[in-house]
Nanobody
Framework: QVQLVESGGGLVQPGGSLRLSCTGS????????VGWYRQAPGKQRELVAQ???????TYADSVKGRFTISRDVAKNTIYLRMNSLKPEDSAAYYC????????WGPGTQVTVAS
């Protein structure tokens, strides 16, 4: 069963940056499209960025130009670089294989506040 673990969240001031990491068991990350999702309290989980196995990426309009998703095949890791963070980016962030049913990881909390 695929198990993914997110890390790298924290408290950052508006305008700051963070880099999230997603690691997993086996090589599932290297052979599947992967998405970064986020969920704020009282809101539905939303897809913010997605990367294909060929490293083609797409982004939600709300993060386009500020977030960058990437993969490191050698490290079996997916990253989400987040720049120019805004308070509305505050949420729990999760990675998940696209079009796969597997448990969600624990997530990593991002809080943007002064």
């Amino acid at each position: 069963q695929v198990q993914l673990v997110e890390s790298g969240g924290g408290l950052v001031q508006p305008g700051g940056s963070l880099r999230l990491s997603c690691t997993g068991s086996g090589d599932a990350l290297n052979f599947n499209d992967v998405g970064w999702y986020r969920q704020a309290p009282g809101k539905q989980r939303e897809l913010v960025a997605q990367i294909t196995t060929l490293s083609r990426s797409t982004y939600a309009d709300s993060v386009k130009g500020r977030f960058t998703i990437s993969r490191d095949v050698a490290k079996n890791t997916i990253y989400l670089r987040m720049n120019s963070l805004k308070p509305e980016d505050s949420a729990a962030y999760y990675c998940h294989l696209v079009n796969h049913v597997h448990p969600w990881g624990p997530g990593t909390q991002v809080t943007v506040a002064s």
